[in-house]
């Protein structure tokens, strides 16, 4: 079983910043945020593939910037220019190397922009 070390998140008000970490037991192909809003589905926010390839939604373009430390197998999110619709919470997904990979979820992170 992997289990995925996520940390950050909190309360702020809007125009405020956050930082997420997920870190991984072991080297994973890609990791990544997810977050789901109360009565919503999950949504995909940014994710990040062992080569530095990045992908973001278009709600978090320009304001949210994810990283990696592949040496410690831990992805970063920092989130600049919070808005209240960015409340909700936030999984760390994890796939494994493998064809097809595996994915993994962390057990979620509360996040909560107050306006």
């Known amino acids: 079983q992997v289990q995925l070390v996520e940390s950050g998140g909190g309360w702020v008000q809007a125009g405020g910043s956050l930082r997420l970490s997920c870190a991984a037991p072991?080297?994973?192909?890609?990791m990544g945020w997810h977050r789901q809003a109360p009565g919503k589905q999950r949504e995909m926010v940014a994710t990040?593939?062992?080569?530095?390839?990045?992908y973001y939604s278009d709600s978090v373009l320009g304001r949210f910037t994810i990283s990696g430390d592949n040496s410690k197998n831990t992805v970063y999110l920092q989130m600049n220019s919070l808005k209240p619709e960015d409340t909700g919470v936030y999984y760390c997904?994890?796939?494994?190397?493998?064809?097809?990979?595996?994915?993994?979820w962390g057990q979620g992170i509360q996040v909560t922009v107050s306006s």
């Open positions: 997904l994890a796939e494994s190397w493998g064809v097809p990979g595996r994915d993994y």
């Open positions: 072991h080297t994973m192909f890609s």
């Open positions: 990040i593939n062992r080569g530095g390839s990045t």
